[in-house]
T-cell receptor
Framework: RKEVEQDPGPFNVPEGATVAFNCTYS??????FFWYRQDCRKEPKLLMS???SGNEDGRFTAQLNRASQYISLLIRDSKLSDSATYLC???????????????FGKGTKLSVKP | NAGVMQNPRHLVRRRGQEARLRCSPM?????VYWYRQLPEEGLKFMVY????????ESGMPKERFSAEFPKEGPSILRIQQVVRGDSAAYFC???????????FGPGTRLLVL
């Protein structure tokens, strides 16, 4: 089983649509969770951290379900500029000797069309 | 406050040559991480360093790859005797402490001919 698994997409949606991405992770001892965004041939950029209580930042809402080892990202009112690859990222904490390096999913590609 | 800087941005090497990739962390950050992204793949952790110390190199290939973060100057990822399979984007990230938010540099794209 992959450590962090995402649907690769692509998700092709019209402007204004609501789109949801899901992610599962294998290590129940994982300590912190993030969504990063990566534009084509660019570096990953932190979109938001994900907290157990769920959190929202403008049009973006992230949820964490520790029992199911499941993370989600909801984007409302999609913009053309939201087109990118969305990376689900997990930090295993001290598990297995890890010192805090990030474990990345392969990413879900989103394309927002006019 | 300048972000994480990496150079060169693009590097072309022939098989058997050496590649040296440099990373300057954000000001105030003493923790540096290197990740590799193969074409159509996710980022994979390689090594985590603090000043003058390698903290975790569990993701580094056993041969030809080495990393350092000297007391002065940037962190260096060194690949000796490069092979075509080393062609990838190499990203450096820095953070102010372990397990804190990591900020990524623009990456170095290595092409091995």
């Amino acid at each position: 089983r992959k450590e962090v698994e995402q649907d690769p997409g692509p998700f092709n949606v019209p402007e204004g649509a609501t789109v949801a991405f899901n992610c599962t992770y294998s290590n129940s001892a994982s300590q912190s969770f993030f969504w990063y965004r990566q534009d084509c041939r660019k570096e990953p950029k932190l979109l938001m951290s994900v907290y157990s209580s769920g959190n929202e930042d403008g049009r973006f809402t992230a949820q964490l379900n520790r029992a199911s080892q499941y993370i989600s990202l909801l984007i409302r009112d999609s913009k053309l500029s939201d087109s990118a690859t969305y990376l689900c990222v997990v930090n295993f904490g001290n598990y297995g000797g890890s010192q805090g390096n990030l474990i990345f999913g392969k990413g879900t590609k989103l394309s927002v069309k006019p | 406050n300048a972000g994480v800087m990496q150079n060169p941005r693009h590097l072309v090497r022939r098989r058997g040559q050496e590649a040296r990739l440099r990373c300057s962390p954000m000001k105030g950050h003493s923790h540096v991480y290197w990740y590799r992204q193969l074409p159509e793949e996710g980022l994979k952790f390689m090594v985590y360093l603090q000043k003058e110390n390698i903290i975790d190199e569990s993701g580094m290939p056993k041969e030809r790859f080495s990393a350092e973060f000297p007391k002065e100057g940037p962190s260096i990822l060194r690949i000796q005797q490069v092979v075509r399979g080393d062609s990838a984007a190499y990203f450096c990230a820095s953070s102010p402490g372990s397990r804190e938010t990591q900020y990524f540099g623009p990456g170095t794209r290595l092409l091995v001919l």
